[in-house]
């Protein structure tokens, strides 16, 4: 079953994999997203939701537009930084001197 969703004022449909939309632009950026392993309805609609929350838009369900959830970040600073010492974060770290 297809999901439809709101970004910007433009509708997009997400069905089998694909996107689809009349905006190019909107398309382009959702198909940056697509999952083409998302081929039940479940799965087709967590893509649909976190597409959605991704850029803060709307998502139908059972026939009213609902705000999608903003999804959590993917990478935190806790996963690059040493614990407590977030300034220290980074691939360029060596070249900060030493006290």
Same mark, same amino acid.
């Given at each position: 079953?297809?999901?439809?969703?709101?970004?910007?004022?433009?509708?997009?449909?997400?069905?089998?994999?694909?996107?689809?939309?009349?905006?190019?632009?909107?398309?382009? !950026?959702?198909?940056?997203?697509?999952?083409? +392993?998302?081929?039940?309805?479940?799965?087709? =609609?967590? =893509?649909?939701?976190?597409?959605?929350? +991704?850029?803060?838009?709307?998502?139908?369900?059972?026939?009213?537009?609902? !705000?999608?959830? =903003?999804?959590?970040?993917?990478?935190? !600073?806790?996963?690059?930084?040493?614990?407590? +010492?977030?300034?220290?974060?980074?691939?360029?770290?060596?070249?900060?001197?030493?006290?």
């Amino acid at each position: 079953m297809p999901v439809r969703i709101r970004i910007y004022g433009q509708e997009a449909t997400f069905s089998r994999g694909c996107w689809t939309c009349e905006d190019d632009s909107l398309q382009a !950026m959702l198909e940056a997203l697509a999952d083409p +392993r998302a081929l039940t309805e479940e799965q087709e =609609h967590a =893509h649909a939701l976190y597409a959605a929350g +991704r850029y803060g838009g709307m998502i139908l369900v059972s026939g009213n537009w609902e !705000m999608a959830p =903003h999804p959590e970040a993917e990478i935190k !600073m806790s996963d690059i930084a040493p614990a407590g +010492r977030a300034e220290r974060a980074g691939w360029l770290t060596f070249l900060r001197k030493k006290r």
